[in-house]
């Protein structure tokens, strides 16, 4: 089946510094890829939408300069935090279509702990 | 604008015995998508079932059915004989359809935490 990997699962980082997460389709080219956010208990808050070689479409409410989203190649995402908060820890999760319907995977999700 | 409500933020269920996890959802489309995802505590999203708009018959895999009714626009999710192994968070959520300026984004429901007593 259809594979997404995200990179890394954890990561702690110092307040300030900037974090970069990884989504790659291992298997198959994805014509779009979406970031989520969740917080503890919480449900999934899409942050942004991307298509390979475009810029990101971000939701309400989502700062786009804070939120680097850059979609290279149609099998690789990246989401980078900047000047990281402890307010930004939370729970990252990526997911790649291959189009519409029943055609979207997700990844392991990425466990943000700023400090 | 899309969304998808489900009103439960807790349920209890003995283990081997079904239980129905509700959802609504709100949309002016006519083609979307309805899925329903377990989480545990890891934090993936394991899929469980889809139902297309325009499928007319709801949709069944393994022990997961999913109860679709147009009309009232629910999707409710039938775990039958649950497992200790089901206690997780379960979400519904809403893909939009192919469509002018649709980009197939997937939005969730507030999530319903499942816990299967032994």
């Known amino acids: 089946g259809a594979v997404v990997s995200q990179h890394p699962s954890w990561v702690i980082c110092k307040s300030g510094t900037s974090v970069k997460i990884e989504c790659r389709s291992l298997?198959?080219?994805?014509?779009?890829m979406f970031w989520y956010r969740q917080f503890p208990k919480q449900s999934l808050m899409l942050m942004a939408t991307?298509?390979?070689?475009?810029?990101?479409?971000?939701e309400q409410g989502v700062e786009k300069d804070k939120f680097l989203i850059n979609h290279a190649s149609l099998t690789l995402s990246t989401l980078t935090v900047t000047s990281a908060h402890p307010e930004d820890s939370s729970f990252y999760i990526c997911?790649?279509?291959?189009?519409?319907?029943?055609?979207?995977?997700f990844g392991e999700g990425s466990w943000l702990t700023v400090v | 604008a899309q969304k998808i409500t489900q009103t439960q933020p807790g349920m209890f269920v003995q283990e081997k015995e079904a239980v129905t996890l509700d959802c609504t959802y709100d949309?002016?489309?006519?083609?979307?998508?309805l899925f329903w995802y377990k989480q545990p505590s890891s934090g993936e999203m394991i899929f469980l079932i889809y139902?297309?708009?325009?499928?007319?018959q709801n949709a069944t895999e393994g022990r997961y059915s999913l109860n679709f009714q147009k009309a009232r626009k629910s999707a409710n999710l039938v775990i039958s004989a649950s497992q200790l192994g089901d206690s997780a968070m379960y979400f519904c959520?809403?893909?939009?359809?192919?469509?002018?300026?649709?980009?197939?984004?997937?939005?969730f429901g507030q999530g319903t935490t499942l816990q299967v007593k032994p």
């Open positions: 997911s790649a279509s291959t189009g519409f319907g029943n055609t979207i995977y």
């Open positions: 298997d198959f080219q994805a014509t779009t």
């Open positions: 991307s298509n390979e070689g475009s810029k990101a479409t971000y």
């Open positions: 949309t002016s489309d006519q083609s979307y998508g």
């Open positions: 139902q297309g708009s325009y499928d007319e």
């Open positions: 959520a809403m893909r939009e359809g192919r469509g002018s300026g649709n980009t197939g984004k997937l939005i």
